[in-house]
Nanobody, 126 residues
Framework: QVQLVESGGGLVQAGGSLRLSCAASGRTCSRCNMGWFRQAPGKEREFVAAISWRGGITSSADSLKGRFTISRDNAKNTVYLQMNTLKPEDTAVYYC???????????????????WGHGTQVTVSS
């Protein structure tokens, strides 16, 4: 089993920044592609960004490109999500996920992911 713990969420004003972290522990997942997803109240979970296990390939939702950046530090078993120029519509619970059967391109489909964290709340005030 892989345990994922997100941190770094909180309350921020519109235009501000946050960096989320996702620490992995338990069974090694150094070759897992990793993803971030979010779910706002009353909405379905949506893809935010993903990164290949080596970190060389990243993808992100078209609507978030230019504002959100995913990265990873395999030595620390941690994945990050840098979020800039935050907007009230970014308010959601953000989840980290691991795909242990990593393909060459990190998946945007949540069904591809095997392990999930409990999420961290991000609230952006106007």
């Amino acid at each position: 089993q892989v345990q994922l713990v997100e941190s770094g969420g909180g309350l921020v004003q519109a235009g501000g920044s946050l960096r989320l972290s996702c620490a992995a522990s338990g069974r090694t997942c150094s070759r897992c592609n990793m993803g971030w997803f979010r779910q706002a109240p009353g909405k379905e979970r949506e893809f935010v960004a993903a990164i290949s296990w080596r970190g060389g390939i990243t993808s992100s939702a078209d609507s978030l490109k230019g504002r959100f950046t995913i990265s990873r530090d395999n030595a620390k078993n941690t994945v990050y999500l840098q979020m800039n120029t935050l907007k009230p519509e970014d308010t959601a619970v953000y989840y980290c996920a691991a795909d242990q059967t990593s393909g060459a391109v990190p998946a945007a489909n949540s069904l591809e992911y095997d392990y999930w964290g409990h999420g961290t709340q991000v609230t952006v005030s106007s």
